[in-house]
């Protein structure tokens, strides 16, 4: 069974916080992405990284950054978190097959 | 790139009913379509997917059916019950690499009972 874990179900920061969220899974995949979840808009993809240490901008990576250094773990950084940040984040994982994606349980991150 | 049109954006059917939801898609290198239920605090898992290869594909009460020519494919669920009550995303992944995956906007599907 692959698992993906996400470090926090629940976060509340401040404005102007640099925030982390990470995201750990066990079953060596190449592939690793973040979404944002909101109402009406779907699964949004913000980073993926197709290898250690390999990033590529997705559809809204402004105010984001990412940190791939070991292949089991992803970060996602909000260098100075902002309310629009307030969201659902959902890590995946993409098997060696390219097929099934895998997700974590998602972080719900609120910015006050 | 892609996009991945989905609608209804919202869904209410009796049980026992059945319910469909329609997901459409413009690049026709897309070759790969699976549908993602989400429940309620849960995270989204795979239930059905299928390739452009194939036009139809079945798994007890669900069924997805893809048509290439007019670039959409549509998620069928019979016998609807209220477990069935999610949010529902379709995507395509265009080529074979794993960075060219796209989501539709989701749809939430109730079912009353």
């Known amino acids: 069974d692959v698992k993906v874990t996400q470090s926090s179900r629940y976060l509340v920061k401040r404005t102007g916080e640099k925030v982390f969220l990470e995201c750990v899974q066990d079953?060596?995949?190449?592939?690793m992405f973040w979404y944002r979840q909101d109402p009406g808009l779907g699964l949004r993809l913000i980073y993926f990284s197709y290898d250690v240490k390999m990033k590529e901008k997705g559809d809204i990576p402004e105010g984001y950054s990412v940190s791939r250094e070991k292949k089991e773990r992803f970060s996602l950084i909000l260098e100075s978190a902002s309310t629009n940040q307030t969201s659902m984040y959902l890590c995946?994982?993409?098997?060696?097959?390219?097929?099934?994606?895998?997700f974590g349980q998602g972080t719900r991150l609120t910015v006050v | 790139g892609e996009n991945v049109e989905q609608h209804p954006s919202t869904l209410s059917v009796q049980e026992g009913d059945s319910a469909v939801i329609k997901c459409t898609y413009s690049d026709s290198a897309s070759n790969y379509f699976p549908w993602y239920k989400q429940e309620l605090g849960k995270r989204p898992q795979l239930i059905i997917d299928?390739?452009?290869?194939?036009g139809e594909k079945k798994d007890q009460r669900i069924a997805v059916t893809l048509n290439k020519t007019a670039k959409h494919f549509s998620l069928h669920i019979t016998e609807t019950q209220p477990e069935d009550s999610a949010v529902y995303f379709c995507a395509a992944r265009v080529g074979n690499t794993g960075n060219q995956f796209y989501f539709g906007t989701g749809t939430s599907l109730t079912v009353i009972p």
């Open positions: 299928i390739r452009s290869n194939v």
């Open positions: 995946a994982t993409l098997s060696s097959m390219n097929t099934e994606a895998f």
């Open positions: 079953m060596d995949h190449e592939n």
